[in-house]
């Protein structure tokens, strides 16, 4: 058969031939797309692309779970194209592989020269070349994986076949296309005839466990990492029709493996154990579900066609133990690429691997079941990520650096001759040519690299360097930021892999979280709520060590500051200092900003019904204590008050804690609304659309009711709900464009919302604009401290300013009576609900599935407590 022979071009699409062409090959946001519609997509797109027989392109494919982008890639490999797939976001190898084509997100492809004359391929490719992916950890190296159509579709076979995949199952997109584990789940999904969900985004979305529910998902891909984000969200536990976990990209600790299974096995779902490379197109070995609680060690047996080997000499490791002997673990198959490509003219190469070395040391069992015990010298994985050192090395020769470059689980370890480079250079080059985040690389300069007796580089005194430089800073920097959030979340322990929310989190605690780890670590990014604490901890390396060298302003963010000032400006305003009102307004839209951030972004109905609650006491025990003190002390308020009712019994009276029980109502509200299927579901699949409806919606009685009446029914929730839901939509919008329009809205919404009041309306204005559109503001570092305090207390000096003001004359002894008295209230309130009250179920629930698993020793290494 020729290669340009049709035939052979649909053959080399991973996709069944026998699949039910009414059975759905895709779902995502869009709906249902069936085998035979695919078909016919995928048809008329390969048909708009130049002939393969005029010439095969290099075709330019930024996969993502989007289903022109899906649709797009199958059409490149129907037409008998090359398809050369990196990240959405990442087009640096483009420079050096200059593609014919590129796909663009909207399903459409662009030639690369529109006005040339020629229509002649840039490269010549290899007629075996299909695909072109990036070795793993080297997303910024010009070294990819060159793949075949074999390589393809006997991967995709041998995985449908090892995991028992059918028709009926569905899989989620719960890892990255681009990526070699991700992509083969697609491929195995559709060669079985199988359906996948394209979910873009991270399995730590909001809706992300509902969505598995809605669309019946059986068959979840998940390395280690996904693997612990999954359990500790409780999604595990969530999905009925669930019947395999797919575990590769990384070891599992047996430990783990074990308890995995047997929660499976009573849940009535599999763990499955693979174990995989790029170089092997995808998964090399698997081990049966029904087998890992027995081998929980064991990375599985090779899948079908395949076979591995030990190669003693492939290792400088003595051979042989008391378990059998060791060697490097050498895998043939199908399944091996036709080898690597450096640069352009490589994509011409034929076949130059036969069976591909993994670099990892193993044992097999007489039975061939196949075990990992380590690594080869020049090899290492780090967050899942294997990394070629010797190639990471070359790569910063050919940079101008001298280097010798080693690691461990958790780090690279560069270190290098000194030169011009500063250390932040020298991390930024060793990030890009690794593909690894700057917060996992350690750098150290020296005078002459360390060598052997024989001349070769002496790379374990090169690690030893890092491990005196660096131990002590980080210990040091890791207690620093514990020592700040270990008292917001309770003492049972920091587990460095969660975040701030994660480990119970809320609104109350997030600033003096928010104002203790800018004192702490400089500037923070603005979701730095919902990243890991090591993560946090990973920021101190771009600050100077010594404290004389910090900034004298730092950015704090603007809900923390707008929290300080509104205060302040409240207080002032009510004793005749200044006028400038408008403040309690403004707070509505912060609390409705802080509420998307920590209660609607949690997975579950369950989950927002706890973290309401909690804020609910937060605010509702010191209210009712105020109100009953000013009620049965002083006789300056009506039961209602006490009750929290005042807007339902009295809605015509003046009064004082409108804003709390506008709060209230509003926040309760909110999470009823989201209980409601329908409307959880918009919420999910596009928070700030689904916001701005309701502002829309809450707008009406703004200005209907407004209209019509005047005086304190501006305080009631129904008129001021506009506000926090405001806030809700700044939170949620992801764009410029979306927070220029939650900008305009509520900016338009605030305009002569106090009738002769243009100073307040102007206020509100203000607030509103900063909140959505400024992340942090500049606040001079002694200033930091002080404005943190007050915005911690913002609640408790609200509630105690009016009862104090009766015993004081002078405007600046009230304010300042009211501020002092407002602090103490906060820390005494504070110290009663987080010391003495245990916390609610759900938070406990998240401390102590972290404190039974985990304890977090000072080199914020995350240590099993079990083992």
Same mark, same amino acid.
């Given at each position: 058969?020729?290669?340009?022979?049709?035939?052979?071009?649909?053959?080399?699409?991973?996709?069944?031939?026998?699949?039910?062409?009414?059975?759905?090959?895709?779902?995502?946001?869009?709906?249902?797309?069936?085998?035979?519609?695919?078909?016919?997509?995928?048809?008329?797109?390969?048909?708009?692309?130049?002939?393969?027989?005029?010439?095969?392109?290099?075709?330019?494919?930024?996969?993502?779970?989007?289903?022109?982008?899906?649709?797009?890639?199958?059409?490149?490999?129907?037409?008998?194209?090359?398809?050369?797939?990196?990240?959405?976001?990442?087009?640096?190898?483009?420079?050096?592989?200059?593609?014919?084509?590129?796909?663009?997100?909207?399903?459409?492809?662009?030639?690369?020269?529109?006005?040339?004359?020629?229509?002649?391929?840039?490269?010549?490719?290899?007629?075996?070349?299909?695909?072109?992916?990036?070795?793993?950890?080297?997303?910024?190296?010009?070294?990819?994986?060159?793949?075949?159509?074999?390589?393809?579709?006997?991967?995709?076979?041998?995985?449908?076949?090892?995991?028992?995949?059918?028709?009926?199952?569905?899989?989620?997109?719960?890892?990255?296309?681009?990526?070699?584990?991700?992509?083969?789940?697609?491929?195995?999904?559709?060669?079985?005839?199988?359906?996948?969900?394209?979910?873009?985004?991270?399995?730590?979305?909001?809706?992300?466990?509902?969505?598995?529910?809605?669309?019946?998902?059986?068959?979840?891909?998940?390395?280690?990492?996904?693997?612990?984000?999954?359990?500790?969200?409780?999604?595990?536990?969530?999905?009925?029709?669930?019947?395999?976990?797919?575990?590769?990209?990384?070891?599992?600790?047996?430990?783990?493996?074990?308890?995995?299974?047997?929660?499976?096995?009573?849940?009535?779902?599999?763990?499955?154990?693979?174990?995989?490379?790029?170089?092997?197109?995808?998964?090399?070995?698997?081990?049966?579900?029904?087998?890992?609680?027995?081998?929980?060690?064991?990375?599985?047996?090779?899948?079908?066609?395949?076979?591995?080997?030990?190669?003693?000499?492939?290792?400088?490791?003595?051979?042989?133990?008391?378990?059998?002997?060791?060697?490097?673990?050498?895998?043939?198959?199908?399944?091996?690429?036709?080898?690597?490509?450096?640069?352009?003219?490589?994509?011409?190469?034929?076949?130059?691997?036969?069976?591909?070395?993994?670099?990892?040391?193993?044992?097999?069992?007489?039975?061939?079941?196949?075990?990992?015990?380590?690594?080869?010298?020049?090899?290492?994985?780090?967050?899942?990520?294997?990394?070629?050192?010797?190639?990471?090395?070359?790569?910063?020769?050919?940079?101008?650096?001298?280097?010798?470059?080693?690691?461990?689980?958790?780090?690279?370890?560069?270190?290098?001759?000194?030169?011009?480079?500063?250390?932040?250079?020298?991390?930024?080059?060793?990030?890009?040519?690794?593909?690894?985040?700057?917060?996992?690389?350690?750098?150290?300069?020296?005078?002459?690299?360390?060598?052997?007796?024989?001349?070769?580089?002496?790379?374990?005194?090169?690690?030893?360097?890092?491990?005196?430089?660096?131990?002590?800073?980080?210990?040091?920097?890791?207690?620093?930021?514990?020592?700040?959030?270990?008292?917001?979340?309770?003492?049972?322990?920091?587990?460095?892999?969660?975040?701030?929310?994660?480990?119970?989190?809320?609104?109350?605690?997030?600033?003096?979280?928010?104002?203790?780890?800018?004192?702490?670590?400089?500037?923070?990014?603005?979701?730095?709520?919902?990243?890991?604490?090591?993560?946090?901890?990973?920021?101190?390396?771009?600050?100077?060590?010594?404290?004389?060298?910090?900034?004298?302003?730092?950015?704090?963010?603007?809900?923390?500051?707008?929290?300080?000032?509104?205060?302040?400006?409240?207080?002032?305003?009510?004793?005749?200092?200044?006028?400038?009102?408008?403040?309690?307004?403004?707070?509505?839209?912060?609390?409705?900003?802080?509420?998307?951030?920590?209660?609607?972004?949690?997975?579950?109905?369950?989950?927002?019904?706890?973290?309401?609650?909690?804020?609910?006491?937060?605010?509702?025990?010191?209210?009712?204590?105020?109100?009953?003190?000013?009620?049965?002390?002083?006789?300056?308020?009506?039961?209602?008050?006490?009750?929290?009712?005042?807007?339902?019994?009295?809605?015509?009276?003046?009064?004082?804690?409108?804003?709390?029980?506008?709060? =209230?109502?509003?926040?309760? #509200? /909110? +999470? $009823?609304? %989201?209980? @409601?299927?329908?409307?959880?579901? *918009?919420? &999910?699949?596009?928070?700030?659309?689904?916001?701005?409806?309701?502002?829309?919606?809450?707008?009406?009685?703004?200005?209907?009711?407004?209209?019509?009446?005047?005086?304190? =029914?501006?305080?009631?929730? #129904? /008129? +001021? $709900?506009? %506000?926090? @839901?405001?806030?809700?939509?700044? *939170?949620? &919008?992801?764009?410029?464009?979306?927070?220029?329009?939650?900008?305009?809205?509520?900016?338009?919404?605030?305009?002569?919302?106090?009738?002769?009041?243009?100073?307040?309306? =102007?206020?509100?204005?203000? #607030?509103?604009?900063?909140?959505?559109? @400024?992340?942090?503001?500049?606040?001079?570092?002694?200033?930091?401290?002080?404005?943190?305090?007050?915005?911690?207390?913002?609640?408790?000096?609200?509630?105690?300013?009016?009862?104090?003001?009766?015993?004081?004359?002078?405007?600046?002894?009230?304010?300042?009576?009211?501020?002092?008295?407002?602090?103490?209230?906060?820390?005494?309130?504070?110290?009663?609900?987080?010391?003495?009250?245990?916390?609610?179920?759900?938070?406990?629930?998240?401390?102590?599935?972290?404190?039974?698993?985990?304890?977090?020793?000072?080199?914020?290494?995350?240590?099993?407590?079990?083992?």
């Amino acid at each position: 058969m020729s290669l340009l022979d049709p035939r052979w071009v649909r053959a080399a699409v991973p996709v069944s031939d026998t699949a039910d062409a009414h059975h759905p090959a895709l779902i995502d946001s869009a709906g249902r797309l069936s085998y035979g519609e695919l078909a016919d997509r995928v048809a008329a797109l390969a048909a708009s692309l130049p002939s393969a027989q005029a010439g095969r392109r290099l075709v330019h494919v930024p996969l993502a779970p989007h289903r022109d982008l899906v649709l797009g890639y199958l059409a490149v490999m129907s037409a008998g194209h090359v398809a050369l797939i990196t990240p959405p976001e990442h087009r640096s190898i483009t420079a050096v592989y200059q593609p014919d084509l590129w796909l663009h997100p909207d399903g459409t492809f662009e030639t690369a020269t529109p006005n040339s004359d020629t229509d002649e391929p840039r490269h010549l490719l290899h007629p075996d070349l299909a695909l072109l992916l990036s070795t793993s950890g080297s997303t910024g190296s010009p070294k990819l994986v060159r793949l075949s159509h074999s390589n393809v579709l006997s991967n995709a076979e041998a995985i449908a076949a090892a995991l028992s995949i059918t028709p009926a199952d569905r899989a989620v997109t719960s890892l990255p296309l681009h990526y070699c584990f991700g992509l083969s789940v697609l491929h195995a999904q559709l060669r079985a005839g199988a359906t996948t969900v394209l979910r873009p985004g991270s399995v730590t979305d909001p809706g992300f466990a509902d969505d598995l529910r809605r669309d019946r998902v059986t068959v979840v891909a998940a390395t280690p990492h996904v693997v612990d984000l999954l359990d500790v969200q409780g999604v595990l536990d969530q999905l009925p029709s669930l019947r395999l976990l797919a575990q590769a990209g990384g070891a599992l600790p047996p430990t783990r493996v074990r308890e995995l299974a047997a929660r499976g096995r009573a849940a009535g779902w599999g763990l499955a154990v693979m174990y995989g490379q790029t170089e092997a197109t995808a998964r090399m070995a698997v081990l049966p579900p029904e087998l890992s609680e027995r081998y929980p060690d064991a990375v599985g047996w090779p899948i079908a066609g395949s076979a591995f080997r030990l190669d003693p000499a492939g290792t400088d490791e003595a051979v042989g133990s008391p378990d059998g002997p060791v060697g490097e673990l050498v895998f043939t198959g199908p399944g091996v690429m036709l080898g690597y490509a450096e640069q352009p003219d490589d994509l011409a190469l034929g076949r130059m691997h036969t069976e591909l070395r993994t670099g990892d040391l193993a044992r097999i069992d007489a039975d061939g079941l196949v075990r990992i015990v380590g690594r080869r010298s020049d090899f290492v994985k780090i967050m899942g990520i294997r990394i070629d050192l010797g190639q990471v090395e070359r790569s910063l020769l050919g940079r101008g650096l001298q280097s010798c470059v080693t690691g461990c689980d958790d780090k690279l370890q560069v270190t290098y001759r000194r030169c011009e480079q500063s250390p932040d250079q020298v991390r930024d080059q060793a990030a890009q040519v690794s593909g690894l985040s700057r917060s996992v690389i350690s750098v150290r300069a020296v005078d002459d690299l360390p060598l052997l007796s024989n001349g070769k580089l002496d790379r374990r005194r090169s690690a030893d360097l890092h491990v005196t430089e660096t131990s002590a800073p980080k210990a040091e920097t890791a207690a620093a930021v514990i020592g700040v959030l270990e008292p917001l979340v309770g003492r049972g322990g920091i587990d460095p892999d969660r975040s701030f929310v994660e480990l119970g989190g809320d609104s109350f605690s997030h600033v003096v979280a928010s104002v203790g780890l800018t004192r702490l670590l400089g500037d923070l990014p603005s979701d730095w709520h919902h990243r890991p604490v090591r993560d946090l901890v990973a920021l101190a390396d771009r600050l100077p060590r010594s404290r004389w060298r910090r900034p004298l302003v730092q950015r704090v963010e603007t809900t923390v500051v707008l929290r300080g000032v509104a205060v302040v400006t409240i207080c002032g305003s009510h004793v005749g200092l200044f006028r400038l009102p408008g403040g309690a307004h403004i707070l509505l839209a912060v609390a409705g900003f802080l509420f998307a951030r920590y209660v609607l972004a949690s997975p579950t109905t369950a989950e927002r019904v706890r973290r309401t609650a909690r804020i609910a006491v937060g605010v509702v025990v010191p209210a009712v204590t105020v109100a009953a003190l000013m009620l049965f002390g002083f006789g300056t308020v009506h039961w209602s008050n006490v009750a929290l009712v005042h807007w339902l019994a009295r809605p015509q009276d003046g009064n004082i804690f409108w804003f709390v029980e506008a709060y =209230l109502v509003i926040m309760v #509200g /909110t +999470v $009823a609304a %989201l209980a @409601v299927p329908r409307l959880r579901a *918009a919420y &999910a699949a596009d928070a700030w659309r689904t916001a701005m409806v309701a502002l829309a919606v809450l707008l009406v009685p703004r200005y209907l009711v407004l209209a019509l009446y005047d005086g304190p =029914l501006r305080g009631l929730p #129904g /008129t +001021v $709900a506009w %506000l926090f @839901v405001a806030g809700v939509a700044m *939170a949620a &919008a992801d764009s410029r464009r979306r927070r220029l329009v939650t900008t305009a809205v509520a900016a338009g919404a605030a305009f002569g919302f106090f009738a002769g009041d243009a100073a307040r309306n =102007l206020t509100i204005m203000v #607030g509103l604009m900063l909140l959505a559109l @400024v992340p942090a503001l500049p606040v001079p570092r002694l200033l930091v401290h002080p404005l943190g305090a007050l915005a911690a207390a913002s609640l408790h000096i609200y509630l105690v300013q009016f009862q104090v003001f009766a015993f004081f004359g002078s405007p600046i002894i009230k304010f300042a009576a009211a501020i002092a008295a407002g602090l103490g209230f906060c820390a005494v309130g504070n110290y009663v609900l987080r010391r003495r009250l245990s916390p609610l179920p759900g938070v406990a629930a998240i401390r102590s599935q972290v404190a039974a698993k985990h304890f977090v020793r000072e080199d914020m290494t995350c240590v099993d407590a079990r083992s």
